[in-house]
């Protein structure tokens, strides 16, 4: 199998490659040549494996050039193995929700569940076995700790973290400022996520410094990633057993939610897709009306969404516009020179037959926060609730799974303030709340981040 560019279908590379540089040359996102789908007695044998084997499965057709089935199914059973849940994730009824708990990984948050295996897959790829490789990564506050977790004192890489000084929880910011070994760099931008972000591709897009540093990245818009999310979709699809049903997905960057359209793609029955927003809504204004306009990010109690370029909706463009890679080209160069794209009704149609998307203020968030503890005495993060919150628009969908996407502890302080409630840390989390916090905190620009990363790997 091979991939290209969501901006140059001529351009091929392996899984290896497309692992290791995360952005394609030229600044498109990497999409897999072909999708496998299954039919109905595929599915159903699929159904009744657990959740390493069936994520064996999956997985395994995205990368079956460079790893042997057999191996990665012990990376896999290797990296759920710090995991609370035996299953990984774990499904449970509140009200007439269905929550899928994705956080019971090492840092209380989904993206465990891809950084885990993506940590161990590049030992396995023995991508740094020659040479040192540097990780560059943005994170609005979870894949950062995520990332630390998987790839603290790995031989032959460095890892820098670019999150956005004073707009992460201070339970996000201790953790992935405290567990990290020598090979971890925590730097805090004068900025926002969308500043982060648009550091590291912009550093990726130079080729000198790419080389220079050898550098990876592990983002959202790295496809490994996504691969590891399809699973739950799946998982979470055939536990509850039903016929009809949509998920509820939290979203910033729309990584999550469209690993949920490949496990579509893939032959998962699933109804409808609900990307759940904040008020930095531009996914639901561009599913809505077709304009995709960034606007200034508005710092909300769900900061691991605090997004307006998605950058992951690049791949779903690719599909509406019926795999037109010259006019996926066109909308971007739109985008970096106006500021915006439009989308024609016909594509707007195309994308609401698998997608809804909605909006939910903070003060619906923090509302929802409270009936769910006050209704089931159970308690859900920030970002979950605006997943909760979504799912209750629609009342005639069918089964809604929402997706938990991460531990209520990570947002102590919300919680406090919606519920009037202290939590205690999981047992799993292994913080040291006393720990000294080492970040260094630089300007939001790309000369002293090249600056500051060339200073430490001297
Ligand atoms: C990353 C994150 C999201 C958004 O996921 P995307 O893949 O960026 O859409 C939502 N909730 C939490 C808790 C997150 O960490």
């Not at 931008?189 to 790419?210: A, P, Y």
């Not at 999310?229 to 039903?242: A, E, G, H, N, P």
């Not at 809504?281 to 304009?291: A, K, M, S």
Request: glycine letters at 6%; charged letters at 25%; proline letters at 2%.
């Amino acid at each position: 199998m091979n991939y290209f560019s969501t901006r140059d279908k001529s351009l091929k590379f392996s899984f290896k490659d497309i692992f290791l540089r995360g952005l394609a040359p030229g600044g498109g996102l990497f999409l897999p040549n072909e999708i496998k789908k299954y039919n109905q007695e595929e599915l159903n044998y699929l159904s009744k494996l657990s959740y390493n084997d069936l994520a064996t499965e999956i997985i395994f057709n995205f990368c079956s050039d460079e790893i042997k089935k057999k191996e990665l199914n012990s990376l896999i059973q290797k990296s759920y193995s710090s995991f609370k849940e035996k299953e990984v994730v774990n499904i449970k009824k509140i009200g007439n929700i269905n929550l899928l708990e994705l956080y019971h990984g090492p840092t209380l948050a989904f993206k465990d569940i891809a950084m885990q295996l993506i940590g161990n897959m590049y030992d396995h790829l023995e991508v740094a076995k020659d040479k040192t490789v540097n990780i560059v990564v943005a994170t609005s506050g979870d894949t950062g700790s995520a990332a630390i977790a998987a790839l603290s004192n790995k031989k032959n890489i460095n890892l820098f973290v670019l999150h956005p000084h004073n707009k992460i929880s201070s339970i996000q910011r201790k953790i992935m400022t405290t567990i990290g070994g020598a090979n971890i760099y925590n730097i805090a931008i004068e900025g926002s996520f969308d500043d982060c972000q648009k550091i590291v591709k912009e550093l990726f897009n130079e080729n000198s410094f790419r080389s220079k540093i050898n550098m990876s990245g592990v983002n959202s818009i790295n496809w490994a990633r996504i691969v590891c999310q399809i699973v739950y979709y799946f998982y979470s699809f055939f536990k509850l057993k039903k016929n009809n049903i949509s998920f509820s997905v939290p979203t910033g960057n729309f990584g999550d939610i469209y690993a949920g359209y490949v496990a579509k793609k893939m032959g998962l029955p699933i109804n409808k897709l609900i990307v759940a927003t904040n008020k930095n809504d531009i996914l639901q204004r561009v599913i809505n009306t077709g304009e995709y306009k960034p606007g200034i990010v508005k710092a909300t109690i769900t900061p691991s969404m605090d997004i307006q370029v998605a950058s992951n909706f690049e791949r779903l463009l690719y599909y509406i516009l019926d795999e037109n890679d010259s006019k996926v080209g066109s909308l971007m160069s739109d985008l970096s020179s106006k500021n915006l794209f439009n989308l024609e009704r016909r594509e707007i149609d195309k994308i609401k037959k698998d997608f809804e998307a909605v909006k939910v203020t903070d003060e619906e968030t923090v509302s929802i926060i409270d009936e769910i503890y006050k209704e089931h005495k159970f308690i859900i993060d920030p970002h979950t609730a605006t997943g909760v919150g979504a799912a209750k628009s629609f009342k005639n969908l069918g089964d809604i799974i929402v997706l938990g996407t991460a531990h209520p502890f990570k947002f102590s302080d919300t919680i406090k303030k919606a519920i009037g409630k202290n939590l205690d840390s999981p047992e799993h989390l292994k913080l040291n709340m006393d720990k000294k916090e080492t970040f260094d905190i630089i300007g939001n620009s790309n000369s002293e981040v090249k600056n500051y990363i060339l200073g430490k790997i001297q």
